[in-house]
């Protein structure tokens, strides 16, 4: 071909009608972004410290104007911000850009090393240390964390009538579970609910436990892997089982 002076001249015809339409396109887009800027931008959504400072941030990257923003690129981009679950983009005639920013719920800490939300999925935060003291803890094995999540639901709902809160879950590597309880003068008591009928023998627990406290006084652990009733531990290491027994 370099010996043809005719396929030559073809192939230089074609490199710069290349480069003619490559120009123009670049022409065009600039022209369309000058022409047809967004006149307005709006974040919805961002309730977080965190996701306000870096939303701001994010808002300075964007390229491009009402025609030439890549919408799918920006949601990505919203979506690896702080605290952000979900990210809506949408365009809105004549030249506002909506962002819709849906943030995680934080239910609880996971593993002491990232939250989970109410959705019973994990995401990261900075300073973690800062939520280990406000939110219930929870350790269970990776992959458990919308079963997890479900349960801890279900005990909240329990331990609700007794004017108590969950303070801990420990999920072990063999599937037996244990709750940590916590209410204003009632103290702390760990339920030990073991592999199976986990909601029943919390409820259990919850239909006797004032009963029990005011038979035997304050009560630190309660194991309710029992067919009926419960063994109960008071203060000082103390002993007591068929505990409620139907």
Same mark, same amino acid.
């Given at each position: 071909m370099w010996n043809d002076p005719v396929a030559l001249n073809r192939l230089t015809r074609l490199i710069l009608a290349a480069t003619l339409l490559f120009a123009l396109w670049t022409l065009a887009r600039a022209g369309a972004e000058n022409l047809a800027p967004f006149g307005r931008v709006s974040v919805i959504g961002a309730g977080q410290a965190e996701t306000r400072v870096a939303a701001k941030a994010a808002l300075g990257q964007l390229r491009g104007g009402f025609f030439t923003l890549d919408l799918e690129v920006a949601r990505v981009g919203f979506e690896q911000l702080p605290w952000v679950r979900r990210a809506d983009i949408r365009r809105v005639w004549p030249g506002r850009l909506a962002i819709v920013l849906e943030e995680h719920h934080a239910a609880a800490a996971w593993n002491d090393r990232a939250l989970l939300n109410t959705h019973g999925e994990v995401f990261a935060v900075t300073a973690m240390d800062k939520y280990l003291g406000r939110l219930p803890r929870l350790y269970a094995p990776e992959g458990t964390e919308r079963e997890t999540a479900r349960r801890y639901g279900e005990f909240v709902?329990?331990?609700?009538?007794?004017?108590?809160?969950?303070?801990?879950?420990?999920?072990?590597?063999?599937?037996?579970?244990?709750?940590?309880?916590?209410?204003? $003068?009632?103290?702390?008591?760990?339920?030990?609910?073991?592999?199976?009928?986990?909601?029943?023998?919390?409820?259990?627990?919850?239909?006797?436990?004032?009963?029990?406290?005011?038979?035997?006084?304050?009560?630190?652990?309660?194991?309710?892997?029992?067919?009926?009733?419960?063994?109960?531990?008071?203060?000082?290491?103390?002993?007591?089982?068929?505990? $409620?027994?139907?």
């Amino acid at each position: 071909m370099w010996n043809d002076p005719v396929a030559l001249n073809r192939l230089t015809r074609l490199i710069l009608a290349a480069t003619l339409l490559f120009a123009l396109w670049t022409l065009a887009r600039a022209g369309a972004e000058n022409l047809a800027p967004f006149g307005r931008v709006s974040v919805i959504g961002a309730g977080q410290a965190e996701t306000r400072v870096a939303a701001k941030a994010a808002l300075g990257q964007l390229r491009g104007g009402f025609f030439t923003l890549d919408l799918e690129v920006a949601r990505v981009g919203f979506e690896q911000l702080p605290w952000v679950r979900r990210a809506d983009i949408r365009r809105v005639w004549p030249g506002r850009l909506a962002i819709v920013l849906e943030e995680h719920h934080a239910a609880a800490a996971w593993n002491d090393r990232a939250l989970l939300n109410t959705h019973g999925e994990v995401f990261a935060v900075t300073a973690m240390d800062k939520y280990l003291g406000r939110l219930p803890r929870l350790y269970a094995p990776e992959g458990t964390e919308r079963e997890t999540a479900r349960r801890y639901g279900e005990f909240v709902a329990l331990a609700q009538p007794l004017g108590m809160r969950v303070e801990q879950i420990v999920v072990t590597a063999r599937q037996s579970w244990r709750v940590r309880l916590n209410g204003e $003068g009632s103290g702390t008591v760990l339920v030990e609910l073991g592999r199976e009928h986990l909601s029943e023998r919390l409820a259990r627990f919850a239909r006797f436990y004032p009963q029990a406290v005011a038979t035997l006084g304050p009560i630190t652990r309660a194991d309710m892997r029992y067919p009926n009733g419960f063994a109960a531990q008071m203060k000082g290491g103390k002993m007591a089982k068929d505990v $409620g027994k139907a």
